[in-house]
């Protein structure tokens, strides 16, 4: 369901009218500049009721905006925000701080991870050992944004269709936690490659938040 989202409270950039629920589908010149882009960091919110300015607290991890086309309207797409779900684990409202056009500061927006949910407007999967949770986001004018087209993630297919495999070259975007950076957001790329693709699904255990979470799973190992 794409719902229409009542905007999360920006705290530490002007909004208005230029905010938006969609945004024209752009791609900047390279993969690099791409990523550098569409990257956030998600932390926890400390801010005290009614305070007119977020307040951070620790940093959580990395989390990407993706653009799903707005359907009879390929030009446009909505913006959505993917990370891990254990990262926001715990948390009913978090901080996501992006790189502002000013490029004085970064800034942060605040999310209502309940009230997403209860619009629906979050979703994860009904597995859950799937590690993955995806919002809708407004698109902030403050903001320097650009969106990772969903037809460039990989799907079963695609490992299929460009033969895909072991020792194939990955780059991860990162967060450095110790520099995050103080203009803008900086994140780090790790350079590796695909180390094991399973075939048949592996057992394993992971802990969200507190509790234990039994699951098996096909994956993709990572030197």
């Excluded at 997403?116 to 407007?121: C, F, T, V």
Aim: contains cysteine.
């Amino acid at each position: 369901m794409l719902s229409d989202l009542e905007s999360p409270i920006p705290k530490s950039f002007p909004t208005g009218a230029g905010d938006k629920s969609e945004q024209s589908t752009e791609k900047p010149p390279s993969l690099s500049s791409l990523l550098t882009q569409n990257v956030v960091f998600i932390y926890e919110d400390k801010t005290p009721a009614n305070s007119p300015n977020s307040i951070p607290g620790q940093v959580l991890g990395t989390a990407f905006i993706i653009g799903i086309p707005v359907p009879g309207h390929p030009e446009k797409s909505f913006p959505f925000i993917a990370t891990a779900k254990h990262v926001v684990a715990g948390q009913s409202k978090i901080l996501v701080r992006f790189t502002l056009k000013s490029g004085s500061e970064p800034g942060f927006a605040q999310y209502d991870l309940q009230e997403l949910r209860s619009k629906n407007d979050l979703w994860e999967s009904d597995d859950e050992g799937v590690d993955l949770i995806v919002f809708r986001t407004l698109v902030y004018d403050a903001v320097k944004f650009s969106m990772f087209p969903i037809d460039l993630i990989a799907s079963k297919e695609t490992f299929t269709k460009e033969n895909i495999n072991v020792s194939d070259r990955v780059v991860i975007p990162c967060l450095m936690e110790r520099y995050p950076g103080v203009s803008q957001n900086y994140p780090i790329f790790r350079d590796g490659t695909i180390a094991l693709i399973t075939e048949e699904p592996i057992t394993f255990t992971w802990v969200l938040d507190t509790r234990p979470i039994t699951t098996s799973q096909t994956l993709v190992f990572i030197n």
